[in-house]
């Protein structure tokens, strides 16, 4: 997602880093303290403020949509590319990857699973884009990421 920022140049947003802003601490020392609710309200009021600012890519965590609010804040505002991987590649990048997850902790396959059941047709229906990164470099998916960007442009009266 920084990628496609970066070749169409536009400004790129991290929601759990903007909260990580304003709260000081990390996703998972917040979520510790404070708990999901918390997060989640930090995490809609960050939505609110990215979507004003013009040309920002902005990269949400796999939750957002589970708030009705933050769906149709999203529907008025913006289109939304639904990077989609096969559940094993999402564990291994899980496995890869040092950020502390608190909503996989546990057994990440079985509550990866549950997520999808609960959110895949929440993107479904949200998303105006879908992409299958399983087989994409970041560099590949951001390049035909930018494609869609260009030929939307090309197509919105300016």
Known sequence: VRLLAQRVGWVFADIDKEIEAVSG???AE????????HFRD????ALERLLEQAGT???????IVERVENRETIMRQRRV????ADQSLLLQRLHDDETERPLLAGDPERLLQELARI????YAQLSTHSIDTGSMTPEAAAEQLAGMVGEER???PQ
């Open 42 to 45: 930090l995490e809609h009021r």
């Open 30 to 37: 917040l979520v510790d303290s404070r708990g999901w609710a």
């Open 81 to 84: 590319v639904w990077l989609r």
């Open 154 to 156: 090309m197509r919105t």
């Open 25 to 27: 601490g990390s996703v």
């Open 57 to 63: 890519v902005i990269a949400t965590g796999g939750g």
């Open 119 to 122: 959110r895949e047709p929440l």
